[in-house]
């Protein structure tokens, strides 16, 4: 390849199994190799060091989402699905669909959910704590909630939220390279782009949730009557498995460090700070791409026009650079400043509605749970982009 002479060379497959198992090796080999290495095994250049991944998130300008922020260039190739208005889109076309997401998901829209969402998870704690006590915690607690409070925002109907999180998972592994784990959900791509699109017409959607939000801005002239469905589309694809898995990180997180569960329960208005923490220490989301809109030249490197670029965002989460002792999950670090929401023009649209479900759930857990404890080993869910979990089996102490 030209113009990688004189970078690092990293062969490693880095959405292989044993990379997305164990991301923290690699993450490690990525930040110490340079401030940008060449990935030969797909021919991209990657960042992983907190200062770089923050800078090229920032810089829209050089650095674009409308040629996909997956390893699929759409320049040369076409998506599954027809693109992001927002996520792959760029400036200006980017800006009215962000716009009209940003007013409805305001934390000031949100007030009027948080009752209902804090009865929501005080009910799905008592019922946990109905039974012996150990219970699996990844699809009790950290799939159970987002599901039973989300859709409902969304204003969804009753059928098929079943197929959410397949789709979620189906979309977050599309951002990686045609891999096996592409390949497993292949069969399913029709059935359920099928579902989701269905659910994104007016006429699916109850008259008081985001969804019918979206299609009010559509008629005030906001948003094109052809933008519509797919901002709904985009509350749905984002909007599930990535609160899923990040409330999984918080419960991990609690369960394998029971001295921060103590400092949570005596001052639960940390919560919100546990959940960006959790959020710093385990990137649910890993890695997102770029495209260079010219010949962009960070640290001396030049990244060619049109060429990818792979920002590590766990890896940058936990930059030695950047933050004291980052393997360490500790409620008393400021941890504001972490790239796992993203940051810049991007920055998750959806991320009041992510603190929201977090401080409900683990204020309501913090209330009645003296200690949570793992007892078997957690399963990794392997996907492409998203951190994820196939279970937490915990044991819970309640509160005498
Ligand atoms: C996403 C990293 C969409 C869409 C928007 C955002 C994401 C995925 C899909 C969440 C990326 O607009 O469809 S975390």
């Known amino acids: 390849m030209p113009g990688t002479a004189e970078l690092p060379v990293c062969d490693i497959d880095v959405f292989s199994p044993a990379a997305l198992e164990n991301p923290e090796e690699l993450h490690r080999v990525l930040r110490t190799a340079g401030p940008v290495v060449y990935l ?129 998972n189906m979309a977050f592994n599309s951002f990686g390279p045609v891999n096996d784990l592409v390949r497993a959900d292949a069969h399913r791509v029709a059935e359920l782009s099928a579902w989701v699109n269905a659910q994104c017409a007016r006429e699916a959607l109850t008259d008081d949730g985001f969804g019918a939000r979206i299609w009010a801005a559509a008629d005030r002239g906001d948003l094109t009557q052809a933008q519509a469905p797919l901002v709904v589309r985009s509350l749905l694809t984002a909007g599930v498995d990535t609160t899923v898995h990040g409330l999984a990180a918080c419960l991990y997180a609690f369960a394998t460090h029971p001295e921060q569960w103590q400092r949570l329960r005596e001052r639960p208005e940390l919560a919100r ?35 990818k670029i792979l920002m590590f965002l766990g890896a940058a989460n936990r930059d030695p ?49 003296e200690h949570i404890e793992l007892t078997a080993t957690p399963r990794r869910h392997l996907n492409n982009t998203l951190r994820s979990w196939a279970s937490l089996p915990v044991r819970v102490h309640r509160t005498r």
Do not use: K
């Open 40 to 168: 030969s095994r797909y021919d991209v250049r990657a960042l992983a060091r907190h200062e770089e991944v923050h800078a090229a998130l920032a810089d829209w300008q050089h650095f674009e989402s409308g040629s996909g922020v997956g390893l699929a260039n759409f320049r040369h190739e076409e998506s599954w699905r027809p693109p992001s208005v927002l996520l792959e889109a760029d400036p200006p076309r980017h800006d009215a669909p962000r716009r009209v997401l940003r007013d409805i998901l305001a934390p000031s829209a949100l007030r009027v959910l948080r009752a209902a969402w804090q009865r929501a998870a005080e009910e799905l704690v008592e019922q946990v704590l109905a039974g012996e006590g150990t219970f699996d915690a990844f699809t009790e607690l950290a799939c159970a909630f987002p599901l039973r409070v989300f859709p409902d925002a969304v204003g969804l109907g009753p059928d098929g939220r079943e197929n959410l999180l397949p789709y979620g």
């Open 321 to 369: 650079g950047r933050w004291d002792d980052p393997d360490r999950f500790d409620l008393a670090r400021d941890p504001s400043g972490h790239v796992g929401f993203g940051m810049g023009i991007h920055q998750c649209v959806g991320q009041h509605v992510a603190r929201l479900e977090a401080e409900t759930l683990l204020t309501a857990l913090a209330a009645r749970v």
């Open 273 to 307: 700070v546990a959940f960006d923490e959790a959020v710093r220490w385990q990137s649910p989301v890993q890695t997102f791409f770029r495209t260079a809109t010219t010949d962009v030249t960070i640290a001396d490197a030049v990244v060619p026009e049109g060429t």
